[in-house]
């Protein structure tokens, strides 16, 4: 078999079928990368959400019986939404970050994977592939990094020369011998801009994170929100693009080349209001397409009371006391509590005192003794 001209036949192929940017790098292990998942283990740096077992994530032979190479791909998408919403004065908005706009991206880079796959053993019936999105064990950045794909910015993204940071990534892994590409040089240079524009100082250093800083992280957990990064949230429902909008190399960059990355605005950047009420059903008919669903309604309706404190929302008190009153949910009524206190006023004040009498949960009552505080001030 002759690989290069295999390789050249994937390459071709992949234009064909909705890849925009394709890779190929050996299956050795990832040392680098190793010393910085321990590092960032230490530092209590990581999100929760990586794949425990940094052995897995580093040596591709613990995933597939004798490996040779790995592909990476490189799917372009939106920056900017192709029609608006149309709001009423004083209406208030949330907003799901570019990489949750249209389909869940996953489905999209698998189903493309899975055409590769099946052309590649169509030329070489017995060669092994295996395929991940995000979940699998490899690090998607590493693997892109090392196979040419961009560079690993300031930023912590992959950045690539076409289509700026604005890509979802993905690989397979091959038992097939490709000849590997060459990893591209930094070009991040003097620039600083990502690591200025962050809101919570997530990015420690040039190319280091705390996930546990990163409002994209914080608005995917399940609990409360540390009461220091509420405010800095604003109004992002899911996910935060800061560190990538206030990159040059993104500027200009908006690529639609998929009709299912497309977003609808309706969806993406909807009403907060009408949020606090969502049925279950209600919500997976809504937004379950989107990548930024995957942790459920509870991060999305608890995020939107913080984006309604942060507008101060006079509009919103009522729908937020009843949430307060009566939801089942300790998150949502304290975060609902704390609301009210941040937006303040007669009423507010009065509701939070009733609650008081009635919750006997520990952490709303702190909650509801924090918004009490904040309208005393
Ligand atoms: C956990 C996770 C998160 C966490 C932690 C993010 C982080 N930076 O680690 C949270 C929830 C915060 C997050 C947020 C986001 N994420 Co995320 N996330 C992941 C996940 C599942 C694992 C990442 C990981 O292992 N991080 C640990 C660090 C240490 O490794 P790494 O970033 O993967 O790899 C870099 C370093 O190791 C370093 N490195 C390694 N070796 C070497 C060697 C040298 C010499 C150097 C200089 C550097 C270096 O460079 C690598 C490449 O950049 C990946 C999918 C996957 N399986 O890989 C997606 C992934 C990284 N996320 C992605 C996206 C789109 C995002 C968001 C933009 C979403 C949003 N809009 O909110 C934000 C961006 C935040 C940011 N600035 O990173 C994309 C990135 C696409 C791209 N162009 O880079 C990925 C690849 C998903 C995908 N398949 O497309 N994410
Ligand atoms: S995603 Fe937002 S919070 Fe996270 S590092 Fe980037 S700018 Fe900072
Ligand atoms: S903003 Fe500047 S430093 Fe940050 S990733 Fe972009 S080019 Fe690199």
Redesign the pocket.
């Known amino acids: 078999m002759n690989y290069d001209q295999l390789k050249q036949e994937i390459i071709e192929y992949s234009k064909t079928i909705g890849i925009d940017k394709i890779g190929f790098t050996t299956a050795s292990t ?1 040392d ?2 190793k010393n ?2 321990i590092r ?1 283990q230490e530092l209590g740096y ?2 929760g ?3 425990p077992d940094i052995e897995k ?1 580093v040596n591709p032979a613990l995933l597939m019986d004798q490996p040779r190479s790995i592909i990476a791909i ?1 799917l372009a998408y939106p920056s900017k939404m192709n029609g608006r919403v149309t709001s009423k004065k004083g209406e208030r908005r949330g907003l799901f ?4 706009w249209g389909l869940d ?1 996953h489905i999209i ?1 698998r189903e493309r994977l899975k055409k590769l796959e099946e052309f590649i053993l169509e030329k070489v019936p017995d060669a092994k592939c295996k395929s ?5 064990e ?5 693997v ?2 090392r196979a040419g794909i ?1 560079w ?2 300031k ?5 690539t020369p076409e289509f700026g ?6 690989e397979m892994i091959t038992n097939l011998p490709f000849a590997p590409d060459e990893p591209m040089e ?1 070009r991040c240079g003097d620039c600083n801009k990502c690591i200025d524009a962050c809101p919570t100082g ?2 420690v250093q040039g ?1 280091q ?1 705390n ?1 546990q800083r ?1 409002i ?2 914080l608005t ?1 957990t399940k609990d409360f929100i540390p009461e220091e990064y509420r405010e800095k949230i604003g109004n992002r429902l ?4 800061s ?2 909008t206030s990159c040059p190399e993104n500027k200009g960059k908006d690529y639609h080349f998929h009709d299912e990355m497309e977003a609808e605005p309706e969806v993406v950047k909807p009403l907060l209001k009408p949020i606090l009420q969502l049925s279950n059903r209600q919500f997976r008919e809504g937004f379950g397409q989107l990548s930024g669903s995957w942790r459920g309604k509870n991060p999305i309706q608890r995020n939107a009371i913080i984006a309604l404190a942060h507008f101060k929302d006079e509009t919103a008190i009522d729908d937020l006391v009843q949430v307060m009153k009566e939801d089942a949910r300790p998150v949502l009524r304290g975060t609902a509590a704390w609301a009210l206190g941040k937006i303040g006023g007669e009423q507010a004040e009065q509701e939070l005192l009733g609650a008081k009498e009635q919750e006997t949960d520990i952490n709303v009552l702190s909650e509801i003794e924090k918004g009490l505080q904040m309208i005393k001030r």
């Open positions: 990832f680098e990368l910085r998942l960032q990581q999100s959400f990586e794949e994530r490189a970050s570019r990489a949750s991206y880079l991940m999105v995000d979940t699998g490899l690090s998607d950045r590493a892109a990094e961009g690993s910015g930023n912590c993204a992959i950045i940071s604005y890509v979802y990534l993905g930094d997530a990015l190319g994170i996930a990163c994209a992280f995917q899911y996910g935060c693009d560190c990538q």
